[in-house]
């Protein structure tokens, strides 16, 4: 790849010469219709510089964990990739990108654009029995911009102040939303979404030499209750998940907590590992680790502590703790 095309590609990476720095989200082209707790735009720099120079290009990209699905949006915008296979458990996300695929996107876009958003007509939309999948869908958006960090699960409050002093309507963009939609149709058809499990959809793609994989679990920081605050479905055999890496035929990615159960076990399978660092909701910046098979491409990028490994695994005994 030429100079000129990869600082394009990864302006923040290739000027770096000493520590990596969190990239800014801002410069990071949006596709997404959700805000996703977890979600993973700033992580699309280093996302294009695994896959941007695979030849040829990879023929499937599944994404286990898909949430806002970010990553694979972006791949198939970018042309990085023939299709995606997006899977996701929860049924009022998925509810969103079946109707997508379903050809309803035009009908959410109309009911976004018509909707007047006050605190009364979103109570009263939210209490609603949806009875159809493109009206569970426009819940569930609704429900994204209007609960706080866009939180759907159970718990969640509305959004008190926002943007502005703006409150509820704080983070209701009709119009932007609108043009993703729009944006979204032209990619449909190469989107194949499952509601399903994803560790079951990566065995089904395991022999594959042509699927790559993204792989981003939900989180595990803080403990189960973190994990329970962000998603509905938080519980994952982590084991499993390494054992069918393992399996891959296909290249694969996966992001994680830089939390010492999960180093053991990238270790254990025999996995490389790097930190790269991001900027949380609270604009303290953190660390998470990239595992995968070969990691020499992120170079630029410190290995995770094996030191602290050593040091723990000499206390524990017996196989990590995360379920
Ligand atoms: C860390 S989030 C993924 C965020 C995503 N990468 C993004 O950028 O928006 C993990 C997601 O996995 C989903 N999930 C949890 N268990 C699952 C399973 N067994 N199969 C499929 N999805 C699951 C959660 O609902 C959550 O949306």
């Known amino acids: 790849m030429n100079t000129h095309r990869q600082k394009m590609l990864f ?91 379903n050809g309803e996107a035009e009908w959410l876009s109309n009911r976004i654009l018509t909707f007047d958003l006050t605190r009364q007509s979103v109570i009263h939309e939210l209490n609603k029995t949806s009875d159809t999948q493109r009206e569970v869908a426009f819940k ?22 926002g943007e502005n002093g703006k409150g509820i309507r704080s983070r209701w963009y009709p119009g932007t939303l609108a043009k993703r939609l729009s944006n979204l149709n032209q990619v449909a058809g ?13 065995e089904e793609f395991a022999a594959n030499k042509d699927a790559v994989f993204f792989i981003d679990p939900p989180y595990t920081a803080g403990g189960k209750k973190a994990g329970k605050r962000l998603y509905k479905y938080n519980r994952l055999d982590h084991e499993r998940l390494f054992t069918i890496c393992e399996s891959l035929k296909g290249e694969f990615l996966m992001t994680y907590d830089n939390a010492e159960e999960v180093k053991e076990l990238a270790r254990a399978h025999g996995f490389q590992m790097r930190l790269i660092p991001m900027t949380n909701t609270h604009h303290s910046t953190m660390e998470e680790v990239v595992i995968g098979k070969n990691l020499s491409w992120m170079d630029g990028f410190p290995m995770a502590d094996e030191s602290e490994t050593r040091s723990v695994r000499r206390k524990k005994k017996g196989t990590p703790s995360i379920a």
């Open 11 to 101: 302006p923040e990476l290739s000027e770096t010469a000493g520590t990596p720095k969190p990239v800014n989200v801002a410069s990071i082209p949006q596709r997404s219709l959700f805000r996703y707790p977890g979600g993973k735009t700033w992580f699309v720099p280093t996302f294009r510089k695994w896959i941007a120079p695979m030849c040829p290009k990879p023929t499937i990209l599944v994404e286990p964990f898909a949430g806002g699905g970010i990553i694979s949006l972006t791949a198939l915008f970018e042309n990085l990739v023939e299709n995606v296979v997006m899977v996701e458990m929860d049924e009022e996300i998925a509810a969103v990108w079946e109707s997508i695929v």
């Open 140 to 161: 569930t958006i609704l429900k994204n911009r209007t609960l706080h960090g866009g939180i759907l699960a159970e718990g969640s409050g509305f959004i008190k102040h």
């Open 190 to 202: 190469k989107i194949d979404f499952r509601c399903s499990d994803g560790l079951r959809v990566m």
